[in-house]
């Protein structure tokens, strides 16, 4: 997997998952700069990996932790 997020179940469970994200999400991702737009980038994304993983739901679920871009990973927040 090249490009991907990492995300971390909420509660105590320690649960960590890698969630492949294609080419065009991950320059998104990138390039997502501040405020409103950062925001809808990041909904954008999330409805799309809802979508490709057969109901996989991100947000209100999971802590986001970072994102690998051809192998340079950087936190989310």
Request: hydrophobic residues 35%.
């Amino acid at each position: 997997m090249e490009n991907y997020i990492t995300v971390k179940l909420n509660g105590g469970s320690e649960y960590i998952e890698n969630v492949a994200i294609t080419y065009g999400e991950a320059l998104l991702l990138d390039c997502k700069g501040n405020g409103a737009f950062q925001n809808k980038v990041w909904d954008e994304l999330c409805n799309r990996i809802f979508w490709r993983e057969g109901g996989m739901k991100i947000q209100g679920y999971f802590q986001l932790v970072s994102y690998t871009i051809d192998g340079e990973t950087k936190p989310l927040h």
